[in-house]
């Protein structure tokens, strides 16, 4: 664990005037510190507020800069740049699972690494940004490390339907799914997916839920076949 935050302030460019509210993003309900100026004890109610205001800014993001998009299309848009998965890959990219505070108990079980926890934590310090900076500041934030590379994250993240879409297209056949392996305790499974093409394994992947895994399954197949 990195205990000194103002490495984490450098890699995501803005610097608390409060460092408290961003400690307490950073606390995970498993650390037991004392409460602060809130009352807030570790992050949870802070990632509700940063929740909403991730939602805010990509909503309006994608409203203004995809106007052909329709409702539906922008709405499915949003889903796969807010998932679990997502926010906790935009996390790592800054780095953020090194600076949470976790009790010794999720520690030694993994939790430096569980999507849902990296991922409640990014979504935490976007409302920490809010309170500290204010809407500006959280948008500026959001836009630079969630909204960035879209057409690459949107492939990424809904890799079961460009696959499909793409067998469809063509009349290759049938695509299915199969969970061939989970191993770990019940709080952290691994799960191994392979996909078929008419029963030919085209793709495999590894997820910490099985639709994790079948999407890297996915995206195994798109990097590998030409279709």
Do not use: W
Not at 10 to 25: D, M, P, Q, R, W
């Amino acid at each position: 664990m990195n205990t000194n935050i103002d490495d984490l302030q450098n890699s995501i460019g803005y610097s608390f005037k409060n460092e408290k509210l961003l400690v307490t993003a950073l606390t995970h309900k498993s650390y037991t510190v004392n409460a602060d100026e809130s009352g807030d004890v570790n992050n949870e109610r802070m990632e509700y507020l940063g929740d909403a205001v991730l939602e805010l800014v990509t909503s309006d993001f994608l409203y203004k800069n995809y106007k052909g998009m329709s409702e539906g299309e922008m709405t499915k848009l949003r889903a796969s740049l807010v998932c679990e998965p997502a926010l906790a890959i935009d996390a790592r990219e800054i780095k953020l699972p090194d600076f949470i505070y976790l009790g010794k108990g999720e520690e030694n079980t993994g939790g430096r690494d569980r999507d849902s926890i990296v991922s409640d934590a990014f979504e935490a310090v976007i409302g920490a940004i809010y309170l500290d900076g204010g809407m500006d500041a959280a948008t500026k934030f959001v836009n630079t490390f969630v909204l960035n590379d879209i057409e690459h994250k949107q492939t990424f993240f809904d890799s079961k339907t460009v696959l499909q879409e793409r067998v469809d297209a063509t009349n290759l056949g049938t695509v299915q799914y199969v969970i061939v392996g989970e191993s770990g305790p019940d709080h952290n499974k691994v799960f191994d997916a392979v996909v078929k093409l008419n029963d030919e394994i085209i793709g495999e992947g590894t997820g910490n839920t099985k639709k994790h895994a079948e999407q890297q399954a996915a995206i195994d197949a798109l990097s590998k076949i030409n279709i």
